[in-house]
């Protein structure tokens, strides 16, 4: 840290090397300081740092004028104005090597990642005070996430964890720490392959951001990642919060769009259209090692759309015909229908002698147009017996009528 003396000829010669664009935010630095105007001071540095042409001077800015003062300014803006001081040590926000991401950039070296860990775990132990640990929060998780760049899994964890312990204390925090955390988080855990964390928590990030604010490739990488996490996830049988996510969108017109129909045709138990995806299924490694596993969830999604389509008064289903329905073998039909009830897709009994499952409650789910049209046409169907059983009362009654 520059000695206060020095402040203003590091100011000038700063203002003197910085593009031409940039030079009246020296001014301006220097006027703010100069009056002890914090806030101000603070806004138009936020500014500065954000300029893409403000990168050579952003660790020199930093460490030599930033820190001068920085226990007198926002800890939370401090901790974002460090962050991006820290882009320059060249380590990327995000990991680059994720096991069923779309393929990305390069890895960043080793030296950079370790460069940038230093520098952000400066910066942790500077903000980690009683009245700032939302700032502390916020860097913690950024610490986390060089972590796990650099393979230091264990490492990452207790860091989210410490975060995590801090956040559940707070009665509200910035929407930008939240996002930190649940993004961090989602990248741990698909790091270590727990497809239905990486679904929950890349779900809460996304609430917490504005998907405009997203860039087109970002968004696209979270629609494809989802994707492939709901597919794959042994615990998620109900995609109705992705399929209801406009993040979902961001697949149609690329050539990652089959992803997305797989997720409404599994949805919808179409063993049909299903047939027809098979084929994009190798596009992906991951999915095509657990194909069984993803033909045994759309059998599953086959049973309770079948279920579904039935009145409730018509629910006592035989394991011929569920077979027939799923394209399950007869001897695996019990176990199926015993994998669904554990599941909480549906609640029921088992007949062993008669080989009838008689279904009391279905899951409800989110339904595409298609489902959605044969509901239309029970509710026709029920409109029209309905019609029936009141000609046929007024048929039959017409002497009581009369009395």
Not at 33 to 52: A, D, G, N
Request: glycine share 4%; charged share 25%; hydrophobic share 40%.
């Amino acid at each position: 840290m520059m000695n206060p003396d020095r402040i203003s000829d590091f100011l000038t010669e700063q203002r003197d090397a910085a593009p031409a664009d940039l030079q009246g935010h020296f001014m301006s630095f220097e006027d703010f300081w100069e009056r002890k105007l914090w806030h101000q001071l603070t806004v138009i540095l936020v500014q500065y740092f954000e300029h893409p042409e403000s990168a050579p001077q952003r660790i020199p800015v930093y460490k030599n004028f930033v820190l001068s003062f920085a226990d007198k300014i926002s800890q939370l803006q401090l901790v974002t104005i460090g962050l991006s001081a820290a882009e320059q040590c060249k380590g990327a926000l995000y990991p680059s090597a994720r096991p069923y991401a779309v393929p990305c950039s390069r890895s960043p070296a080793l030296a950079d990642l370790k460069e940038r860990l230093s520098f952000l775990s400066a910066l942790a132990a500077k903000v980690d005070k009683p009245n700032s640990q939302d700032a502390f929060v916020y860097v913690t998780v950024i610490v986390a996430s060089v972590k796990l760049q650099l393979g230091e899994l264990s490492e990452s964890r207790k860091d989210l964890r410490k975060a995590e312990a801090i956040l559940d204390g707070f009665d509200s925090v910035e929407s930008v720490v939240h996002a930190t955390f649940y993004r961090v988080s989602a990248d741990y855990f698909q790091a270590k392959l727990d497809f239905t964390l990486y679904y929950r928590n890349t779900l809460l990030y996304l609430a917490c951001v504005d998907l405009p604010d997203l860039s087109t490739d970002e968004r696209q990488k979270r629609a494809y990642e989802l994707s492939v996490a709901a597919l794959m996830s042994d615990t998620i049988y109900n995609f109705g919060e992705l399929l209801l996510h406009p993040i979902l969108d961001s697949l149609k017109g690329t050539s990652h769009e089959w992803l997305r129909n797989v997720v409404f045709v599994i949805n919808r138990g179409d063993l049909v259209e299903y047939d027809e995806t098979r084929n994009h299924l190798s596009k992906n490694p991951l999915i095509l090692e657990r194909k069984s596993f993803l033909d045994e969830k759309i059998s599953m999604s086959a049973l309770t759309e079948a279920v579904f389509k039935r009145a409730p008064h018509d629910r006592a289903i035989t394991f011929q015909e569920l077979a027939k329905e799923t394209r399950v073998g007869f001897e695996h039909m019990e176990h199926l229908v015993m994998k669904a009830m554990s599941l909480g897709l549906v609640r029921g009994t088992i007949d062993q002698v008669d080989e009838v499952a008689r279904i009391t409650w279905v899951q409800p789910k989110v339904l595409d147009m298609k489902q959605i049209d044969s509901m239309r046409r029970r509710l026709n169907d029920w409109d029209d017996s309905v019609n029936q059983l009141g000609n046929w009362i007024e048929t039959v009654g017409q002497d009581v009528w009369a009395s």
